[in-house]
Structure formats: C-alpha cells, structure tokens
T-cell receptor
C-alpha cells in the first residue's frame, strides 16, 4: 500500500509542553526508525525498533524523549517538557529488517516541530 | 554524531552537465547509501553499494566506493533541473542504524 506516513506534518508548541509524533510504517515492515534533522544537517538517528521492542535507543538525546511501538506497527515518539532546541524535522523510516537484507529504509515526509 | 562528510557542501551547475559529489566516512561499514531530499523533507533512497563492491550504476547515477580510503562518490550524468535537491550519503555498520553526512546542496540551472 502507501508509503510511510507521519502525523502531524507540522506541530507548533510552547516551551515546556508535551508532544506526540506518530509514524505509520509500510505494512509488513518489522523495523522502524526515528531520526531527527536540524536545519542544514543530515538526519541523526534516535531509536530503532525491531517489532515491538526498542533494539537500539542510543540516539535519544535525554530522558525527555521516549518512543513506543506497542503492537509492532504504528510508533509514537513522545517528547516531554519541550525545549527550543528540540525544534527540528522528525523523520520516521521503516524497512523489512531482514537479517542479511539490503535494509533499504523508506522514509516518511517528516513532522516539523517548532518549539516557541 | 555525523559519520559522513559530503563534499562539496554546495554545487551549482547547468542543465546537461555532470555533477559529482563525494563522501568520506570514519568507521568500517556494511554498506553505503545515497539519498536525495527536496525542500528539507522527503528522503528518497537512490542507490546502495555494499562494502565488497567498487562501482554501481542505476540509470543516470554512478556510485563508487573505496573502502581503503573510506570514501564514495556519486555521479549524476546529464543533469536536469529536477535533480535540484540535497544529496546525503549514509553508512550502515554492523547494526541497522544509518549514519548520515551533512549533505551536498545541488542546484541545476535550466
């Protein structure tokens, strides 16, 4: 079916607020990734899910960031007590995640988060 | 942290010319991938080259990989205005994580 979708496409919030960003991966893709892209930079890895579990969360900048994928499909990235430095485009990607596969990651259009 | 470094940071050419972008990286890799991004969103996968490959072609794209120098190049032949975008190299190590460079902004003038 469709590619990776992300909602909302834009989110403006105030410093200190809580936000949730949603990612719908390609159907059947077991691997899901979150990246963050600041202006003028390449995407930076945040977290990787294989199925329901976070296989690698080493890119999360601090404990204000948390992500879940309870049923192994849709994922939500949650940011508590947002700071102005959290402003960026948050990208989600999915792949088949097969061992030995090409691991081509298909990216969504991103959510542009602006913290005022 | 960024693994790859693209060079140049920005490139402006005329339609029909070839564009060459380079990428250097620091650690050993499983494969290296090139992506295109328009208007700061929508990363599109272009081509993947494995660590045991030296050259790969896809349409107007040619990618080379030199693991001894930890570098790769992307050549776009006969460029078109629609090729205007940012181009990123991304490396994959032993896990599934991709590590991106800062990108090259390519402008193709009609």
């Amino acid at each position: 079916g469709a590619g990776v979708s992300q909602t909302p496409s834009n989110k403006v919030t105030e410093k200190g607020k809580y936000v949730e960003l949603r990612c719908d991966p390609i159907s059947g893709h077991t691997a899901l990734y979150w990246y963050r892209q600041s202006l003028g930079q390449g995407p930076e890895f945040l977290i990787y899910f294989q199925g329901t579990g976070a296989a690698d969360d080493s890119g999360l900048p601090n404990d204000r960031f948390f992500a879940v994928r309870p049923e192994g499909s849709v994922s939500t990235l949650k940011i508590q007590r947002t700071e102005r430095g959290d402003s960026a485009v948050y990208l989600c990607a999915s792949s088949q995640g097969l061992a030995g596969g090409s691991n081509e990651q298909f990216f969504g259009p991103g959510t542009r988060l602006t913290v005022l | 942290s960024q693994q790859g470094e693209e060079d140049p940071q920005a490139l402006s050419i005329q339609e029909g010319e070839n564009a060459t972008m380079n990428c250097s990286y620091k650690t050993s890799i499983n494969n290296l991938q090139w992506y295109r991004q328009n208007s700061g969103r929508g990363l599109v996968h272009l081509i993947l080259i494995r660590s045991n490959e030296r050259e790969k072609h896809s349409g107007r794209l040619r990618v080379t990989l030199d693991t001894s120098k930890k570098s790769s190049s992307l050549l776009i032949t006969a460029s078109r205005a629609a090729d205007t975008a940012s181009y990123f190299c991304a490396t994959r190590g032993s896990n599934y994580k991709l590590t991106f460079g800062k990108g090259t902004l390519l402008t193709v003038n009609p």
